[in-house]
């Protein structure tokens, strides 16, 4: 009963992060699209100085205050597209793939609640570039599950560009999974009005918490080549917590 009243509380700040951008999040317009994803986030807590020439004038990077990503300025997800349908519910021209994102919250002053920023994509061609941030990438993901149900899981991607790479490799016990909608606004860094509204459920177990003292049991190394990366992870760079994502389906809306 402790277990579970404490996931519920952890559960509750989690949803309470994302509500931090919910006074940005306006009633969806026209649907664009549809993806079935089963994603990694890893939240890290890296100098600001590294993140604040990515985001526009005049808004502050954002440090989560609380949660199981309390501490953390950025996070870097990973993406395996399963199915990705149009606003009518026809497959896309490219329905699967994979990649690498970075995004990071920031602030205005005299603008109530928060904006998350889309820093830069990673993936292969061809790509959408919804948000003009996207690089091409080779992208390769090995997902793998020991012993009986929940088991024990293995992650390893490989994004590799023309300038460098950015290797992940995460091996866990796998925990409590709970179901949990959210909603959110990303915004292109590189061009404010590029935006869109994203409706989802997700099947979210956390992997590591250091803001809620939830050690990683397993093992984890991460790095990156890509020269535009390098003031991020110069080795001062803090891993903060890690949520594995198995199902995440979303609703994408024009604002």
Do not use: C
Not at 118 to 131: D, G, Q, S
Not at 185 to 204: C, G, H, K, T
Request: proline share 6%.
């Amino acid at each position: 009963m402790q277990i579970a009243n404490t996931f519920r509380r952890v559960l509750g700040t989690l949803l309470a992060v994302t509500g931090l951008m919910a006074g940005t999040v306006a009633s969806a317009g026209e649907k664009v699209g549809t993806n079935i994803d089963s994603r990694v986030l890893i939240g890290f807590q890296v100098s600001d100085a590294s993140v604040q020439p990515w985001l526009p004038e005049d808004w502050k990077l954002l440090t989560l205050p609380k949660g199981p990503l309390a501490g953390t300025n950025l996070i870097v997800g990973f993406f395996d597209r399963k199915l990705q349908l149009d606003g009518e519910g026809k497959p896309a021209a490219q329905p699967a793939t994979l990649g690498a994102e970075l995004v990071a919250f920031a602030v205005k002053p005299g603008e109530e609640g928060s904006r998350l920023y889309v820093l830069r994509k990673y993936e292969p061609a061809p790509f959408a570039n919804t948000y003009g941030a996207t690089k091409e990438a080779f992208v390769e993901r090995t997902s793998t599950v020991e012993g009986g149900a929940p088991g024990r899981k293995h992650e390893t991607w490989q994004i590799t560009t023309d300038s460098g790479a950015l290797s992940l490799d995460l091996a866990f016990a796998a925990g409590k999974v709970n179901w949990v909608p959210g909603k959110n606004a990303p915004v292109s860094a590189s061009d404010a009005s590029i935006s869109r509204m994203q409706e989802y459920n997700q099947m979210m177990d956390l992997v590591m918490s250091s803001a809620v003292g939830k050690p990683l049991d397993g093992d984890f190394s991460f790095s990156t080549s890509i020269p535009e990366l390098a003031a991020m992870f110069d080795g001062s760079e803090k891993l903060t917590g890690i949520l594995s994502i198995p199902v995440y389906v979303r609703d994408v809306y024009m604002p």
